[in-house]
């Protein structure tokens, strides 16, 4: 079988009936760009580039990822769990959850600025004006306008008139500290709850005079315990989900 294989690759070969393939080649070398349609495509592809670095933290700061996150991270530590759930699950629900919460600003940013770009309906600054749109809404819905008045105040700026007058780089940290800001108020009520735990447990503990023994590695199954009872993750998903306008 193996000569009759050998013999065909052979006979094919001596025929042209088999082509080796061919390797495209990639031309390196840097030069000044011949026409200006060389160097609007050199800048371009600087330019995805740039995104395709930039786009992780552009997953931070606008979009829900930086309260959600947030609010795990409290969780966990209010539960005292240690490390679970391990981060990696906990980032990748964050960014699970904020695909669902996003997506609906994704389809329209899709629709009204990358589509029309790619049909060469529109120009690149158009299209990067109404892509950014949705997501600008979003931010501005989730921004308190004492945030906003600030960043302006520090650039010595005058409050804007309408919302179309707000620009992204006063935007962007008006709505992070915004995130914040309620990331640290949830948490705060979700780490009630299991201090009134631990208090409890510490003090039926000083009572029965154990004084040596951690309340956390008694406090702990009850928090599991009294967590999962109430459906706990469908509870603070589903008003972190509701929280956003």
């Known amino acids: 079988m193996r000569r009759a294989l050998l013999i065909f690759l ?13 390797i495209p080649t990639v031309n390196l070398t840097i030069g000044a760009p011949a026409e200006p349609k060389d160097l609007v495509n050199s800048l371009n592809l600087v ?21 959600l996150i947030v609010v795990f991270a409290f969780l966990r530590q209010a539960m005292g769990t240690q490390q679970t759930p391990p981060t990696q699950l906990l980032v990748t629900l964050a960014l699970v959850l904020t695909l669902f919460i996003m997506e609906p600003m994704g389809k329209q940013a899709y629709e009204q600025g990358i589509k029309p770009y790619m049909d060469k309906k529109i120009g690149y600054e158009v299209a990067f004006d109404r892509a950014v749109e949705p997501f600008k809404q979003f931010m501005l819905r989730n921004t308190r306008e004492a945030d906003l008045a600030l960043f302006y105040r520090i650039r010595h ?17 008006a709505f992070m500290i915004s995130e914040l800001k309620t990331a640290f108020e949830i948490g705060f009520l979700i780490f009630l709850p299991f201090l009134v735990i631990d208090m409890v447990v510490s003090s039926v503990l000083m009572s029965m005079g154990m004084m040596m023994l951690p309340p956390v590695m008694i406090s702990l199954p009850f928090k599991i315990l009294i967590f999962v009872l109430v459906d706990g993750w469908h509870l603070l998903v589903g008003n972190l989900v509701e929280s956003f306008k």
């Open 10 to 22: 052979l006979f094919a070969a001596v025929t042209g009936l088999y082509a080796a393939p061919q």
């Open 47 to 67: 330019v995805v580039l740039t995104l395709l670095v930039l786009a992780p933290s552009l997953i931070l700061v606008m979009t829900s990822f930086l309260r």
């Open 157 to 173: 700026l005058p409050n804007p008139k309408t919302e179309a007058d707000v620009t992204l780089p006063i935007l962007l940290p």
